[in-house]
């Protein structure tokens, strides 16, 4: 199993009313060699009132094409009133040695 951490500030220049703080976290287990399972929680958490908290909690799937190269998949939901409805991503990862 994997768990990653992230924490990030967005500063909003034109309308510093608008900043946020990012808080994310992820976990990932390994079914098969190829096939994971990744469940996350991403989330911006805003610094005045003026802005709404956004939550999205998405879950997928990866594969692993070989040793450099991985695709995702998930779906997720938002659970306050910012957040979206329903989330779908893809991607691919390409990692360079």
Known sequence: MTLTINAGYTFVT???RLDVVSLNASA???ITRAWSIVGEVVSELA???RADDRV???AGT???VGECVRLDAAAGFGPTRASPDL???TGVT???N
């Open 87 to 89: 989330l779908l991503t």
């Open 94 to 96: 390409i990692t360079l």
């Open 62 to 64: 990866v594969y692993a």
């Open 28 to 30: 990932e287990a390994g």
């Open 56 to 58: 999205v909690l998405p």
């Open 14 to 16: 034109r309308d510093r």
């Open 47 to 49: 610094m005045s009132r």
